[in-house]
């Protein structure tokens, strides 16, 4: 899929980004107690933001904005790395200032956190 310059070649269709990405994140073992060929076709969307934030490059992050709405990443991101800031402390940061434009992220993140946990317990 890349060229020796490590840009994308051209790709038809959000599914080929998305093949692409979950390719990565098999091949990666980031699914290891489960079944390849099942991770690779049940694989959901939200499995395959949340773990390209985690995981992959930023060459990678880059081609999930380019497939995902933001306000779909951020809703992930939220659900699953922005509630455990003490696990994802610097990559949340790093996503919410460069990939969301928040100008302070550190209170940021923790705003998102108090904002999802409390829909959920309370």
């Known amino acids: 899929m890349q060229n020796q310059m490590g840009h994308i070649k051209h790709i038809h269709d959000n599914n080929e980004f998305k093949s692409l990405l979950a390719r990565k994140l098999i091949d990666g073992n980031k699914f290891w107690s489960y079944d390849k060929d ?5 694989i ?11 995981y992959l490059d930023i060459e990678d992050i880059n081609i999930l904005f380019r497939i995902y709405p933001l306000r779909e990443i951020k809703k992930v ?26 100008k302070h992220p550190d209170s940021y993140v923790k705003r998102v956190k108090t904002h999802e946990l409390n829909k959920r317990y309370l």
């Open 44 to 54: 959901s969307d939200e499995d395959i933001i949340e773990n390209t934030l985690i």
């Open 77 to 102: 991101w939220a659900e699953t790395m922005a509630i455990q800031d003490n696990r994802y402390k610097d990559i949340n940061r790093f996503i919410a200032g460069c990939y969301f434009g928040v």
């Open 38 to 42: 099942s991770v690779r076709l049940n």
